[in-house]
């Protein structure tokens, strides 16, 4: 059972920043957090996964391959923080 307490509250503003976050919670934390992109309309996403070994860049793309809602994804180029972060393109219903 979750402690309240110990939930974060995130801005839904298109971009994800996963420093603060452990490995573990990435697998619902980023499907949740397109679903909020895709309710309030944003459908360019960036989401911060930190250049380090690449398992957590691994695991988000991994989740970005299977999401039914994601239209393409790319590494980040040079100002959007390189492979460091991943640029996603959701398909938003108009």
Not at 48 to 65: D, M, N, P, W
Request: hydrophobic share 35%; proline share 4%; glycine share 10%.
């Amino acid at each position: 059972m979750k402690n309240n307490d110990s939930i974060k509250k995130l801005p839904i503003d298109g971009i994800l920043d996963l420093h603060a976050f452990h490995p573990r919670d990435v697998k619902d934390l980023v499907p949740e957090y397109l679903i909020e992109c895709r309710r309030l309309g944003i459908e360019h996403v960036r989401i911060i996964h930190g250049k380090g070994t690449g398992t957590l860049r691994r695991i988000v793309q991994g989740i970005l391959e299977r999401h039914p809602h994601v239209i393409s994804f790319k590494t980040a180029d040079l100002g959007g923080g390189s492979w460091g972060a991943t640029e996603v393109l959701l398909r938003i219903n108009k």
